[in-house]
């Protein structure tokens, strides 16, 4: 029998998806590409794995021994407010799908994606990896807070009846290369600096929705492609792990925007519309965990991480998401 490790990432094509096959590719270090590994990155084009049958098929085709599972029903606020059946099912179908058919083919490993949005709407801070199912989720997005919060009870319960290996991951906010820079329903990063792009370009006020004063987390995708990469070679537990800067690395808005004026090189008239609403003011995660696993990692300044970004956006701006 081969030792060839086939590693099959589901959502190959998105933010995070994309940023694991950069660093596959690029990383000269120990989170490149390893002797004996083949990997395959999936988009939706190769199956739309809420069909069970497409599942299996892929599955048949490429016959991995490790799955990364990324692909998942993604959006904003608006549209998770608006299509919350479709948040909870899609998601609930695409989850199944792929554990029960990794399962099914004695895939040695699984590693699939939670995030912090979907733990209890009232909670204290920071949350950790013991508090996602401590209560209800926010209103506005329960139907895919709850569809990825079975990710983790399938896992326990792949892994006590069959001893399966299934573990996942949660970021905290993700950004880089490869986002959705779509001005209407993207995550605050992606969406300001398309909109300071524009600012730019048109020569009109850069606006930002809100005080400015939220804090948030926030991880470069790049950074989160090195983390999977671990955790699927080195990390043994099936409970989560949060994958996120620390609690003293927590951005304010304005912070945020003061560092995207600066990348994007804009000049113009600058400020915040307070008429809008701010959300939470803060999600704080704590990543004592990662940290005790891996105390030395070190993450991409939130500067140079913003600059690529934006010069990826720049670069890409007729084929990225807008
Ligand atoms: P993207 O929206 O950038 O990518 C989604 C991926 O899923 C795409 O490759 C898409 O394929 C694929 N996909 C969607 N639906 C299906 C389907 N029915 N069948 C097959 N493939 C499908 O997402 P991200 O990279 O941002 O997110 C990856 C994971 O990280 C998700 O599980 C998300 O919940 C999680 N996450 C993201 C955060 C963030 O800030 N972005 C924060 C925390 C967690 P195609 O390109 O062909 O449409």
Same mark, same amino acid.
């Given at each position: 029998?081969?030792?060839?490790?086939?590693?099959?990432?589901?959502?190959?094509?998105?933010?995070?998806?994309?940023?694991? $096959?950069?660093?596959?590719?690029? #990383?000269?270090?120990?989170?490149?590409?390893?002797?004996?590994?083949?990997?395959?990155?999936? !988009?939706?084009?190769?199956?739309?794995?809420?069909?069970?049958?497409?599942?299996?098929?892929?599955?048949?085709?490429?016959?991995?021994?490790?799955?990364?599972?990324?692909?998942?029903?993604?959006?904003?606020?608006?549209?998770?407010?608006?299509?919350?059946?479709?948040?909870?099912? #899609?998601?609930?179908?695409?989850?199944?799908?792929?554990?029960?058919?990794?399962?099914?083919?004695?895939?040695?490993? @699984?590693?699939?994606?939670?995030?912090?949005?979907?733990?209890?709407?009232?909670?204290?801070?920071?949350?950790?990896e013991?508090?996602?199912?401590?209560?209800?989720?926010?209103?506005?997005?329960?139907?895919?807070?709850?569809?990825?919060?079975?990710?983790?009870?399938?896992?326990?319960?792949?892994?006590?009846?069959?001893?399966?290996?299934?573990t996942s991951v949660i970021?905290?906010? @993700?950004?880089?290369?490869?986002?959705?820079?779509?001005?209407?329903?993207?995550?605050?990063?992606?969406?300001?600096?398309? *909109?300071?792009?524009?600012?730019?370009?048109?020569? !009109?006020?850069?606006?930002?929705?809100?005080?400015? *004063?939220?804090?948030?987390?926030?991880?470069?995708?790049?950074?989160?492609?090195?983390l999977?990469?671990?955790v699927?070679?080195?990390y *043994?537990e099936?409970d989560p792990i949060i994958l996120? =800067?620390?609690?003293?690395?927590?951005?304010?808005?304005?912070?945020?925007? #003061?560092?995207? =004026?600066?990348?994007?090189?804009?000049?113009?008239?600058?400020?915040?519309?307070?008429?809008?609403?701010?959300?939470?003011?803060?999600?704080?995660?704590?990543?004592?965990k990662l940290?005790?696993y891996?105390?030395?990692?070190?993450?991409?300044?939130?500067? @140079?991480?913003?600059?690529?970004?934006? $010069?990826?956006?720049?670069?890409?701006?007729?084929?990225?998401? !807008?």
């Amino acid at each position: 029998m081969s030792n060839e490790k086939v590693i099959l990432v589901t959502g190959g094509s998105g933010l995070v998806g994309k940023a694991i $096959e950069w660093v596959i590719e690029n #990383d000269n270090g120990k989170y490149g590409k390893q002797e004996g590994e083949k990997w395959v990155f999936l !988009t939706s084009k190769d199956g739309n794995l809420r069909s069970a049958e497409a599942t299996r098929a892929i599955f048949e085709k490429y016959k991995p021994t490790h799955v990364i599972h990324l692909a998942a029903l993604v959006g904003g606020l608006f549209k998770n407010m608006k299509y919350k059946l479709d948040f909870l099912r #899609d998601n609930l179908l695409i989850n199944d799908n792929v554990l029960q058919t990794a399962h099914e083919h004695k895939v040695k490993k @699984v590693v699939s994606c939670l995030s912090t949005c979907i733990f209890p709407d009232k909670t204290t801070y920071p949350i950790d990896e013991t508090m996602i199912h401590s209560g209800p989720p926010h209103e506005s997005n329960f139907g895919y807070a709850y569809a990825k919060r079975l990710i983790d009870t399938q896992n326990k319960a792949y892994h006590d009846q069959f001893g399966d290996n299934f573990t996942s991951v949660i970021p905290t906010n @993700v950004f880089g290369p490869h986002d959705n820079y779509d001005l209407q329903d993207s995550h605050v990063i992606p969406g300001l600096v398309h *909109k300071c792009y524009l600012a730019k370009k048109n020569g !009109t006020p850069f606006v930002v929705a809100g005080t400015g *004063k939220p804090l948030r987390q926030f991880i470069y995708s790049r950074d989160l492609a090195k983390l999977f990469i671990w955790v699927l070679r080195e990390y *043994k537990e099936i409970d989560p792990i949060i994958l996120s =800067v620390g609690e003293k690395d927590e951005v304010s808005i304005k912070d945020v925007a #003061d560092t995207i =004026v600066k990348a994007v090189g804009f000049e113009g008239d600058y400020n915040f519309d307070t008429s809008k609403a701010d959300g939470q003011y803060k999600k704080t995660a704590s990543n004592a965990k990662l940290m005790k696993y891996l105390p030395d990692f070190q993450f991409t300044p939130f500067e @140079v991480a913003v600059k690529e970004s934006t $010069e990826w956006f720049i670069q890409n701006y007729d084929n990225a998401r !807008t």
